[in-house]
């Protein structure tokens, strides 16, 4: 959460001047840090869900989010820093992982 903090407030502040020349990034910037923030949300979520339903499924969805937040916002991050384009096709593994978490802990709770 931090670091999405961080993230945004450069977004803002530091790549400011930059998003004037390079518009569309603009928007992909602001997707990467939504995502790290609602998933890094998530991610406590799933700390407290340890403790209602521990077990594997309870694990495996908090690796599953971290993977997926670092590969999603890493590489839409990337490619607005770099311009890039391939680190665009990185992105939907990183989502498929989000959902493996979000669907992983689903099971969880519906299995207790």
């Known amino acids: 959460m931090f670091l ?8 803002a502040h530091g790549l400011k001047d930059y998003f004037v020349d390079h518009p ?3 928007a992909i910037y ?6 790290q923030l609602i998933h890094g949300l998530a991610l406590f979520a799933i700390a407290w869900a340890t403790t ?5 499924l309870t694990t495996w969805a908090g690796y599953f989010m971290v993977l997926g937040v670092l590969i999603f916002s890493g590489s839409l991050y990337l490619l607005v820093l770099t ?9 939907p593994v990183g989502g ?3 959902l493996a978490g979000w669907a992983t802990l689903t ?6």
């Open 4 to 11: 999405g903090v961080a993230a945004g407030a450069f977004g």
């Open 30 to 35: 602001k997707t990467a840090v939504q995502y």
């Open 96 to 98: 498929v992982s989000m």
């Open 83 to 91: 311009g890039t384009g391939w680190f665009g096709a990185i992105t």
């Open 107 to 112: 099971i969880a709770a519906w299995r207790s």
């Open 52 to 56: 209602q339903w521990p077990g594997a």
């Open 24 to 26: 569309t990034y603009e």
